[in-house]
């Protein structure tokens, strides 16, 4: 599932993975501890603050700030063909960081550092392996989801 993501994954299998099929579907999820409360994204299967394993996903809003950006021109191999492009760290709402890209409705040039943005699941189904990433786009941009998990 994680090639998904585009990229070849080394890990045959993780107890979160069912990450990647919430994120085809267009739910961003992170995981809350049973135990504690502890909510956290990226996902996480074991509790960083108790150590339990006992977890569920909780569902993500995608809404955050821009924590810093920085535009790519000399990429790294495999990344090629996609250069130029800006790589944006967002620090969702409901806690945790993620890496997007910037996507259509948010130029480049427009990306400023404590920015409110919408963080957005992105499928492509039109090549033989789904591939699934996030952009980050302007507040109030809407994607479609799949009917409830």
């Known amino acids: 599932m994680f090639g998904w993501f585009g990229r070849v994954s080394f890990v045959p299998f993780s107890k979160v993975q ?41 569902e993500y809003s995608g809404k955050g700030t821009v924590w810093t950006h920085t535009r790519i021109e000399a990429a790294p191999t495999g990344f090629e063909s996609e250069v130029p492009y800006t790589c944006v760290v967002v620090e969702l709402e409901e806690g945790g960081r993620l890496l997007a890209w910037s996507g259509d409705t948010l130029p480049d040039d427009e990306v400023e550092i404590d920015m409110e943005v919408q963080v957005v699941p992105q499928i492509f189904e039109d090549t033989p392996d789904i591939r699934v990433h996030y952009t980050v786009e302007k507040r109030g941009t809407t994607w479609h989801k799949a009917p409830g998990t």
């Open 18 to 58: 069912d990450f990647a099929v919430h994120l085809r579907n267009g739910h961003l999820m992170g995981t809350k501890c049973r135990a504690c409360g502890f909510q956290t994204f990226p996902p996480r299967a074991d509790c960083p603050e108790c150590l339990s394993g006992d977890y569920e996903f909780v």
